[in-house]
């Protein structure tokens, strides 16, 4: 599976932005859809996920009611719609594809990686 991560930017606190992710290969194999977050010194961790075939969602505690994961028509795209975005929201953002979906999920989990986006908020 590949995986085309775009969409970050610099943005003041309080904004938004959409990052989107283009899924390509054994889309099939591995369908269930992650965003991650790695921030300076910091470890990689769970942000959003989607499953592909129920439609169902999950957040980390830290992004609920203020992120939107979602899918395009065309399921191989995803979204990671962030509104109100914090200065602590700043990281590179990561798409994921896994083969499963579970209630907690952690990098090691995923099977394939994108290339990060730079997310900026500034304060």
């Known amino acids: 599976v590949q995986l085309q991560a775009s969409g970050g930017g610099l943005v003041q606190a309080g904004g938004s932005l959409r990052l989107s992710c283009k899924a390509s290969?054994?889309?099939?194999?591995?369908?269930?859809m992650y965003w991650f977050r790695q921030a300076p010194g910091k470890e990689r961790v769970f942000v959003a996920a989607?499953?592909?075939?129920?439609?169902?969602?999950r957040y980390a505690d830290s992004v609920k009611g203020r992120f939107t994961i979602s899918r395009g028509n065309d399921k191989d795209w995803v979204y990671l719609r962030m509104n109100a975005l914090k200065p602590e929201d700043t990281a590179v953002y990561y798409c994921a594809a896994s083969g499963i979906f579970e209630s907690e999920m952690e990098a090691s989990d995923m099977n394939y990686w994108g290339k990060g986006t730079q997310v900026t908020v500034s304060s």
């Open positions: 989607h499953h592909r075939w129920n439609d169902v969602s």
């Open positions: 290969g054994n889309v099939y194999g591995y369908p269930h």
